[in-house]
């Protein structure tokens, strides 16, 4: 599969992160769009391409997070989170709607 650029620019993600990707046998990564050139932002993080694999397009892939210039946090996603995930039954049935039944 032939990519414009096998280069990952990662916006405010510590170089521990990149550390890890450098470190692993295999590494994918998923991003809002593919395109032909990157442009340098502010804390930006790039990765080179020797050590991606694969590239997923995966637009709003980052939700509950954000993409920066993509979209924004959702925080009442992550005020909700915090009681879902403290319990059990309630955990449960969020993963099964949301994750293990989804097409």
Known sequence: MAF??????????SNRYMLV??????????????VDE????????????????AIVVAPGGAWPSYAAGFSVRD???????DAISRD??????WMQANVLEQE
């Open 4 to 13: 414009p650029s096998l280069e990952k620019s990662l916006d405010n993600v």
């Open 21 to 34: 990707v450098l470190a692993a046998k295999r590494a994918i990564v998923t991003v809002e769009e593919v």
């Open 38 to 53: 990157l442009v340098a932002r502010p804390h930006a993080v790039f990765l080179p391409a020797w050590v991606l694999d």
């Open 75 to 81: 925080n009442a996603f992550y005020a909700g989170w």
């Open 88 to 93: 059990r039954e309630r955990f449960t049935e």
